[in-house]
């Protein structure tokens, strides 16, 4: 039976550790403090039925809780008092409490209880007397309301583990280092202490994990080596028998009962070996649940006790350096008992996890069992490669065991997780053991991905592994970077949870060879979601519990996509490595047009507009001129070819217009080298209202850059050819409609357009008489707007204005060269500093004379 599913009180342990099946599972026991204590044995003191009072149980928590008022608390409070007052609390104080803990935890906000009530709690958390249930609720509370100024806990005076883990647990949540380190202290003063037969310690060890943690300077030499040899006996020498049911006694009870047998295997067989977290059994004995914990904080542990960790002072570095020597010869001329307890712990910490390794090769009978298996077999792993970093004689001993189990693990897809510790330690120590990872890597990235795209742990997991292992990575580098389609699948498909993940992993994604590809696969993104639904609808292995978007039923273009003419765009989205060509995927998004409302590909594509900021804010920092060009003209290419989801186009849009003008900030040139392209594009107006803000920007970035001071390869016919396009556009998109004042497009293209004939035209003054006529006419046709709505006289009202200004200024055209076309020097900071040649005194100067005031000179 798997560990702790049998009918003994040991169940709850092992519930918490299945329901933590991570990379760090069994890594760090804090988790056991929040709340403190046994999770299972937290959970029943809420919701287990008061004794006496069989239907009496934990309110299910509603927002009534939140909205409860500080006059009603206080009230509350009152009765709970009173019951807490009482010589025997009883199920009624349970209830209280229950009901204040809701209360408390219901609202981020701090709530404010009497201090009576507050002191009556610490009393009771305190009292050696106190049901266990009513502590655990207590303290549950207090923790709660941390950081507090009004507690006056301390556990100097303390003796039982179970009480001294709670009181701690509310003493460490608030964030004093003199607590943590006054708790730490008391800790250890038990473990010092214990006898054989004192308190258990299975609720003190999650006490020094977190103080270890959180203030890992506050413990002395002699306390590391006390853990470290308690350690080595909990992990190496617990228990192989079973231990004794608990039972209550009585008549009926005999003491023939039968005798415990030996801890069993994962597949039934009986066990021949030491203890480990994965031995089975029915009950079991206090050492074998602290053999457990001890796995649990092991790896943490000897991050903190090793070389390098914040307890060795530099002057053990040299028995540091001799301890690892004699590690070295252990295996054949010292006996491990004589080594320093760190390196005892290390040997006999190494020898457990070849012992998991090994165990993690049996069959599993049961689900539950095999979803340890994988867990442990992760942390084994990690442990591992822990103990090589520390102790390089461990590495030569690891190498053999970690190849084999690699090649067991490439064929099973169950146990995918584990490739990723075990690639991060290639990774680490390949150099060192004359291993090349490049195939690790490559099966990892090739196959993981393709196919277990569709699970969230792995796929968080493994963008961390990427991220975290990119100091690593060295000339692999390029293995991670030629694979980011299939890394963009994990995120395609988990995109909420995976977004900020990838914004920090996109900046050593993004390379100027793949710049281009990149681009084109984070615009296709909810079209690469879809296409992975469709993947798995039309995969003949079917599961029980469908991993697709269940929304949408049955889409209509499941069997278009089987036609062969679907079948090479759809192998090229779902490629695996960047291929260096770029297909146009406009058939694609007809064909899948039917599944643009599943609710995945609308999160996903939400995420988009956040990193696509992320990759221009990487790409500029490697893009030269001709990779800019290149991004430009995809930004126009690509603002209408767009996957039609709800929202996306304008989503997208938004952030396209901001990048195409940084671009041209970045190289200026653009504008010239890509006047054919741009001239086409301001051409069509079929899109001037879904790709208003890209045109927006497009004609900014033509009047601010086309100009001998930006390239000296602008000429006056480039300049009139833009003049009568961009005139051309704002004649048909104003004067198009005789029934209607305002144009089809926004406001705020119109005024774009206005400003940059205007500066066109004040660098070729021929072309200042057709600007002046056209800017009368649209302040004339803008005197009268139709009365269909405020909004429309305001946006009439705002493109009035701007006709009027522009007027004005091109009344004295060298003034409004000036202003319009500021050269170099008036652009910087210093000449808007100066007072006397600030641009605000020269606006007032034009003013002046544009309204014929008074003349410059004095007197």
């Known amino acids: 039976m798997v560990f702790g599913h049998g009918p003994g009180r040991e169940e ?60 009603e608390l206080q009230q509350f409070c009152s009765r709970v008092i009173k019951r807490l007052q009482k010589d025997e609390p009883g199920p009624d104080a349970v209830d209280a409490l229950q009901r204040l803990f809701l209360i408390v935890s219901a609202t981020k906000y701090k709530r404010k209880l009497e201090k009576t009530c507050t002191d009556l709690l610490q009393t009771t958390l305190c009292s050696p007397k106190c049901p266990e249930q009513l502590q655990l609720l207590c303290a549950a509370i207090l923790r709660e309301r941390s950081p507090s100024d009004g507690l006056s806990l301390s556990c100097d005076r303390i003796q039982s583990s179970q009480q001294l883990s709670l009181v701690a647990s509310v003493l460490l949540a608030q964030g004093d280092r003199k607590e943590v380190r006054s708790v730490g202290q008391r800790a250890f003063r038990v473990l010092e202490s214990r006898q054989p037969e004192g308190p258990s310690l299975r609720h003190l060890l999650p006490v020094v994990s977190k103080v270890t943690r959180l203030a890992p300077h506050t413990l002395h030499e002699d306390q590391t080596n006390l853990l470290s040899k308690r350690l080595v006996d909990w992990l190496r020498y617990a228990s192989i028998q079973q231990g004794v049911a608990h039972t209550s006694g009585g008549f009926f009870s005999t003491p023939r009962a039968r005798q415990p047998g030996p801890v069993t295997e994962v597949d039934g067989a009986v066990a021949t070996d030491f203890f480990t977290v994965l031995s089975t059994g029915q009950h079991f004995t206090e050492d074998q649940w602290l053999n457990v914990q001890a796995f649990s904080m092991l790896r943490a542990w000897l991050l903190h006790s090793g070389p390098q960790g914040p307890s060795t002072p530099d002057a053990d570095d040299k ?117 090349d990872s490049e195939a690790i890597l490559q099966h990892l990235f090739s196959r993981v991905p393709c196919e277990l795209f569709h699970s969230p742990m792995l796929a968080f997991e493994f963008i ?8 690593l990575f060295g000339r692999n580098l390029d293995i991670l970077k030629q694979s980011f389609p299939n890394l963009f699948k994990l995120l395609a498909w988990n995109s909420p949870p995976l977004t900020s993940e990838f914004v920090a992993l996109l900046p050593w ?59 090479a765009l ?46 221009f804010s990487a790409v500029t920092q490697v893009a030269d001129g001709a990779l800019t060009n290149q991004l430009a003209l995809l930004l126009l290419e690509r ?20 990048q195409f003008l940084a671009l041209c900030a970045l190289h200026p040139s653009l504008v010239v080298e890509l006047a054919r392209e741009l001239l086409e594009f301001v051409g069509s107006v079929s899109g001037v209202r879904s790709r208003g803000a890209m045109l927006a920007s497009v004609a900014w970035a033509v009047g601010e850059y086309l100009s001998v001071s930006w390239d ?67 302040r004339t046709l803008t005197q009268s707007p139709a009365p269909s709505s405020t909004h429309h006289e305001e946006d009439a009202g705002a493109i009035r204005t701007r006709a009027t200004e522009l007027l004005t200024l091109l009344k004295m055209p060298s003034v409004a060269q000036f202003v319009l076309t500021p050269s170099a020097e008036v652009a910087e900071p210093r000449y808007h500093r100066d007072a006397n040649t600030a641009l605000p005194l020269a606006l007032r100067t034009v003013s002046r004379l544009v309204e014929k005031e008074a003349g410059l000179l004095p007197g």
């Open 509 to 567: 994604l993004v390379d100027a060879g793949t710049a281009v590809e990149m681009l084109h696969a984070l615009l296709d993104l909810p079209c690469l979601t879809a296409a992975l639904d469709l993947q798995l609808r039309l995969s003949p292995a079917a599961s029980d519990r469908p991993l697709w978007d269940t929304s949408l039923k049955n889409p209509s273009c499941l069997e278009a996509s089987r036609d062969p003419q679907f079948q």
């Open 712 to 778: 000296r390869r602008c000429t006056v016919g480039q300049t009139n050819r833009f003049f009568e396009a961009l005139e051309a556009l704002l004649f048909e998109v104003t004067q198009s409609r005789p029934s209607a004042t305002l144009p089809k497009c926004p406001p705020q293209v119109i005024a774009v357009l206005m400003t940059t004939l205007t500066k066109l035209a004040s660098r070729s003054q021929d072309l200042i008489p057709r600007v002046s006529l056209f800017l009368s006419k649209m």
């Open 464 to 471: 961390c592994f990427c991220r975290d292992s990119l100091p």
């Open 570 to 615: 759809l192998q090229h989205l779902l490629r695996a490595k960047a291929s260096g060509t770029v297909k146009r995927l406009a058939p694609l998004h007809q064909l899948l047009r039917p599944m643009a409302s599943c609710a995945r590909v609308v999160q996903c594509a939400e995420a988009v507009p956040t990193l696509l900021q992320a990759f």
């Open 319 to 435: 028995s540091e350096l001799e301890g690892s020597t004699l590690s070295m010869l252990s295996a054949t001329s010292t006996a491990s008992h004589l080594l320093p307890p760190q390196e005892r712990l290390r040997e006999k910490a190494f020898e457990y996890c070849q012992r998991l390794v090994e165990q993690s090769t049996r069959r599993a009978l049961r689900k539950g069992d095999a979803d340890l298996q994988k867990a442990c077999l992760v942390e084994a792993v990690l442990v591992l490669d822990v103990l090589c970093r520390q102790d390089p004689s461990f590495l030569y001993r690891t190498l053999s065991c970690l190849k084999a189990l690699h090649v067991r693990l490439c064929g099973d897809t169950a146990r995918a997780r584990a490739l990723l510790p075990i690639a991060r330690f290639f990774l680490s120590h390949g150099e060192a053991a004359a291993v």
């Open 12 to 71: 709850p342990w092992v519930v918490a550790l299945l329901s933590h099946e991570t990379s760090g599972l069994l890594c760090s026991l804090g988790m056991f403090l929040q709340p403190q204590g046994n999770p299972s044995q937290l959970r029943a003191a809420f919701t287990a039925p008061v004794a006496g009072s069989p239907n009496t149980r934990l309110p299910t928590p509603c927002p009534r809780f939140r909205e409860i008022q500080d006059e």
């Open 639 to 658: 603002s209408d070819s767009l996957y039609q989801v709800a929202e996306y186009e304008a989503r997208v849009h938004r952030v396209l217009s901001s």
